[in-house]
């Protein structure tokens, strides 16, 4: 059974900088593209990042490019986002997954940005 488990999430001010981290249990980690996502209170769980498996290629959301970044260390099975001027909008929480989406979800790490 895969595991995920996010962390990093807290509160924090507009403009502020958050890096999470995704510790996975699965061990074709290093040959699967992985992705974050993240859900706002009464709105669906969006597509915020994708990294290929070995982290050559990385794709962003329009609403974050710029200012999230997207990064993996296969050796450590981790996958991060660091996030950078932060937005009230960014407020949601936020998952981890294989870009597919099709591993049981964790319980994910909540960031709150507030003024």
């Known amino acids: 059974q895969v595991q995920l488990v996010e962390s990093g999430g807290g509160l924090v001010q507009i403009g502020g900088s958050l890096r999470l981290s995704c510790a996975v249990s699965?061990?074709?980690?290093?040959?699967?593209?992985m992705a974050w996502y993240r859900q706002a209170p009464g709105k669906q769980r969006e597509l915020v990042a994708v990294?290929?498996?070995?982290?050559?290629?990385?794709n962003y959301a329009d609403s974050v490019k710029g200012r999230f970044t997207i990064s993996r260390d296969n050796a450590k099975k981790t996958v991060y986002l660091q996030m950078n001027s932060l937005k009230p909008e960014d407020t949601a929480v936020y998952y981890c997954?294989?870009?597919?989406?099709?591993?049981?979800w964790g319980q994910g790490t909540q960031v709150t940005v507030s003024s």
């Open positions: 997954n294989r870009h597919s989406g099709t591993w049981p």
């Open positions: 699965e061990i074709t980690f290093s040959i699967t593209s």
């Open positions: 990294i290929s498996f070995n982290g050559g290629t990385t």
